[in-house]
């Protein structure tokens, strides 16, 4: 008789192979969108950097690069008028045209902005006050840009849906597809040093480098660092940023000894870099983690930045999935609405962890 030397492994126990670990840039998981092998193992990688680092870097991706840059020509000419130009997209409310102050609650940063909701009627009645010779011109880019970054947000969504095993994988896309979906498109100038000071004389931002809450803290001194955009998460389900080749963002993300450091991250243009937001946090019950980031602004080089935040109607109600809820790990954060959501944001400062407020328990 021959006894066989090792036990015979039956098929249908066989764990599917861990995902290969996505490659680095410098210490950011690089995700190839269009790299040869399965679907099965890119699902794993995507929802292995995002359950492990809440970032990836995507290239390859399959945007075409024309609609980028059509929009990154038209906003650059916008935030080359002159201030009073400008102002007429502003104040933010939060929508439209800002300088430095961001949201409500006394933050603010070495920037000017455009913020826009994504959708084709907004941007439409927002285009008249940005450019006022062709509006429809602009309209068109931003929807181009916009409908062709959607695209990939909802095949990353639906990647991650397959590589976390969910029932129906598209239960994210079809948050962000949805007509009433309220994403926005956030396109950030971070000037250098003088020429933020120039605007500041022309445009008389009272905005100074100090800037103090109602209650009188300053609550953004520059003591070293130029501070472009201060740490926070975002609050949506994820947020595709694309920027020109110019440096300054950067992750919080825990190093080997598990201590949490700032990671920059070197420019790439080609690349959208990805990261998961609180709504897919709070979806996913904590699987997925919203990554804390920030921008350093350059003080010689100005940066350029276009970021797609995909979020769900007003009305969408966020709790975790059934499949993300086990004997081990029972829902984590009470469900509520994105409306609810974001009243409590806009009532907090910017590096706010705001999701811990929904926490149970
Ligand atoms: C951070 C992510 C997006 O840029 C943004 C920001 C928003 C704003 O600028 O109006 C907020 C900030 C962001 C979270 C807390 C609140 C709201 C500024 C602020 C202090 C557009 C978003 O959705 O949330």
Known sequence: MVVPTTTPVRQDTVAPPPPPPPSSHGGIPTVDMSAPGSRGALSRQVARACAEQGFFRAVNHGVPPAPGARLDAATAAFFALPPRDKQRAGPPSPLGYGCRSIGFSGDAGELEY?????????????????????????????????????????????????????????SFSKLITDADSDSLLRINHYPTACTIHKLDHECQCKMKSNVRTKNGNVVNPSAGARIGFGEHSDPQIISLLRANDVNGLQVLLPNSNGKEVWIKVPADPSAFFVNVGDLLQALTNGKLVSVRHRVIASTCRPRLSTIYFAAPPLHARISALPETITAGSPSRYRPFTWAEYKKTMYSLRLSHSRLDLFHVG
């Open 114 to 170: 455009l913020l826009l909701h994504a959708n084709p009627a907004a941007v439409a009645h927002r285009a008249r006050s940005i450019d006022t010779d062709d509006p429809s011109r602009f309209s068109s880019v931003v929807n181009e840009y916009v409908g062709a970054v959607r695209q990939l947000a909802c095949e990353i969504l639906d990647l991650l849906g397959e590589g976390l095993g969910l029932k129906d994988p598209r």
